[in-house]
């Protein structure tokens, strides 16, 4: 069974940083990209980030680029977010999600981390 | 990037009554290479992650019931629940995963009348 764990989350300053991990298990993680997907409180979904199962691809949302950093240890079949410089709008539940192979959907999803930024 | 709309915002269906939702894509999503609209649909009740309902616009995922069915084709696409029960309540999303950004509806948010 393919299980998706989020962590690192929690109450950060204007500014401020963190970073976010996904363990993963029940599938071949190295084979698969994977995404971080995230959700303001009471609103949509909006794709982040995805990085390839070799960690060579790496894409990014506009709102994101320059401030967050995707990565991935497979030897750890772990998914990270490094998110810095968080502002009041990055206050969200951050999903972490499995992408089918070559496509753009989400096959299956983490229950989500929840980030808070405030003053 | 690719903007797609749903519609409505919400509905509120009886048990049992048929329930749809549409999806628009500001451009066509269907690949001519291979004839699939890359389009997917998910489920999201309270408190939980988006589960995936439906890929490439009309397959359902393993153990989805079959009350649940997609339709459509380059921009125009629709999510069918043909007889609505008490656990389809949820906020439905469509995706497309053509373009990249892979871009979300706003969500189509169910409920029992």
Do not use: H
């Not at chain 1, 979904?45 to 991935?72: C, H, M, N, P, Q």
């Not at chain 2, 007889?83 to 053509?98: F, G, K, M, P, W």
């Amino acid at each position: 069974e393919v299980q998706l764990l989020e962590s690192g989350g929690g109450l950060v300053q204007p500014g401020g940083s963190l970073r976010l991990s996904c363990a993963a298990s029940g599938f071949s993680f190295g084979n698969y990209a994977m995404s971080w997907v995230r959700q303001a409180p009471g609103k949509g979904l909006e794709w982040v980030s995805t990085i390839s199962g070799g960690g060579d691809g790496i894409y990014y949302a506009d709102s994101v680029k320059g401030r967050f950093t995707i990565s991935r240890d497979n030897s750890k079949n772990t998914l990270y977010l490094q998110v810095n410089s968080l502002r009041a709008e990055d206050t969200a539940i951050y999903y972490c999600a499995k992408e089918e192979v070559v496509v753009r959907y989400f096959d299956k999803w983490g229950q989500g981390t929840l980030v808070t930024v405030s003053s | 990037d690719i903007v797609v709309t749903q519609s409505p915002d919400s509905l509120a269906v009886s048990l049992g009554e048929r329930a749809a939702i549409n999806c628009k894509s500001s451009q066509s999503i269907l690949y001519s290479s291979n004839n699939k609209n890359y389009l997917a649909w998910y489920q999201q009740k309270p408190g939980q992650p988006p589960k995936l309902l439906i890929s490439w616009a009309s397959t359902r995922e393993s153990g989805v019931p079959d009350r649940f069915s997609g339709s459509g084709s380059a921009t125009d696409f629709t999510l069918t629940i043909s007889s609505l029960q008490a656990e389809d309540v949820a906020v439905y999303y469509c995706q497309q995963y053509y373009g990249t950004p892979p871009t979300f509806g706003q969500g189509t948010k169910v409920e029992i009348k």
